[in-house]
């Protein structure tokens, strides 16, 4: 928060405080799109199937479908050599598993399966083909199911950041001594909102009357300001918390030497 003095008599303050946006543009930014390529390049549904119903429709599918795109691959079960870990390169933590077919390498793409469990799926792919009896085969991962609360959970705050930057884009605070009120408007981009108080009702004007309110989130503190009214109906210059240590004492002192609190 950035606090500007715009005006200041012996009977009038007016503070001017304009929140850090850069940081809450970045978080914001950084939110949205890490939940947007969460779900664009993880959440999908892969399914590889081969068939032995009939001597003449003896086939393998792979389908995969994602937000994006599908793609479906068709051959025939003759076509299909085996299945193996491609130590030559990695996918994730692991290496990747691959289809031996006739016409080259095709990736299996398993977004949730380690090196360990790749490789019991090129096994079980490799054992169904030597295997003349076995007549299906179905190797079947869902990633949405963690992909998709996670990704929405990034966007929604990255979302909630950017939308709390929006609501306070301008606090004008005005404590005139010769009306006997303190004025605090909050100027958005979704509106306006302006609290009064009288000045007399600031806790007696002693020195608990302005105070900061902490609000620490794992390792992160941010600060508000609290005006302490008798009344017990507090209110607080921001809608949340958004100094930071040195904004907040700035304009406590600032406030504090205006109303001469002791």
């Known amino acids: 928060m950035r606090l ?37 390049t993880l959440a999908k549904t892969t399914i590889f199937t081969c068939n032995r119903v009939k001597s003449t429709q003896q086939s393998c599918q792979l389908i995969t479908k994602s937000i994006l795109k599908s793609q479906v691959k068709n051959w025939n079960l003759k076509e299909v050599l085996g299945a193996k870990l491609d130590t030559s390169t990695t996918a994730g933590n692991s290496y990747p598993l691959v289809l031996l077919t006739s016409d080259g390498s095709i990736p299996i793409d398993l977004v949730n399966a380690d090196s360990i469990q790749k490789e019991s799926k090129a096994a079980q792919i490799n054992a169904f ?14 990633s949405r199911f963690w992909t998709y609360p996670l990704g929405f959970f990034l966007i929604a705050s990255g979302a ?15 404590f005139d001594k010769i009306s006997g009120k303190a004025t605090i408007k909050r100027e958005g981009w979704f509106g306006k909102e302006v609290v009064e108080a009288k000045l007399s009702e600031i806790s007696g ?51 504090a030497t205006f109303l001469k609190l002791d």
Not at 12 to 39: C, D, E, N, S, T
Not at 129 to 142: A, F, G, Q, Y
Not at 160 to 174: A, D, Q
């Open 129 to 142: 083909l030597k295997n003349s009896r076995e007549p299906k085969l179905t190797i079947h991962e869902d």
């Open 205 to 255: 004007l002693n020195i608990d009357a302005v105070t900061i309110d902490t609000v620490t989130v794992t390792s992160s503190t941010s600060y508000n300001i609290v005006l302490n009214l008798v009344s017990d109906k507090n209110i607080y210059l921001a809608a949340g918390p958004m100094f930071t240590a040195k904004s907040a004492e700035q304009t406590v002192d600032a406030i």
């Open 4 to 40: 500007k003095i715009l005006e200041q008599t012996p009977t009038l303050l007016k503070l001017q405080l304009k929140p850090a946006a850069i940081l809450y543009w970045l978080f914001g930014g950084l939110f949205v799109a890490g939940g947007v390529l969460l779900i664009t």
């Open 160 to 174: 909630v950041c950017i939308i709390y930057m929006l609501m306070n884009n301008i606090i004008i605070c005005i």
